[in-house]
């Protein structure tokens, strides 16, 4: 298993956006919201949410801002960043929450 696996669910009902469909999704928007706090107000914020297919390959993020890249018609730039920007807030996300709240604090 790979990190944050554990956060993966099967959406409701799928979605499709020319010719893709979605089927899971790992949904860290909520690490996106203004409360938390940035250091400088230039840099980005924490959150996305990671749409893959059935076979489990990414294909769409939706940022914060609620803009959604979708692999087959972003940039190479776009796409990185968007797959950045969920996994840097993963990676943070699994630590603070799921490693140090639920092994330390509880």
Known sequence: QAIGTHRTMKLPAPRTHGGETV??????LGF???ALKRRDPA???????????AEGMPLMVKLPSGDEVWKHTASAEEWQYAKFAWRATLINGVTLVD????????
Not at 23 to 28: E, G, I, L, W
Not at 99 to 106: A, R, S, V, Y
Request: aromatic share 24%; glycine share 14%.
């Open 99 to 106: 490693h140090l709240w639920f092994c330390h604090f509880i």
């Open 23 to 28: 089927v899971y999704h790992s949904n860290m």
């Open 32 to 34: 996106g919201t203004d």
């Open 43 to 53: 840099f980005s914020r924490w959150g996305g949410e990671m749409g893959f297919s």
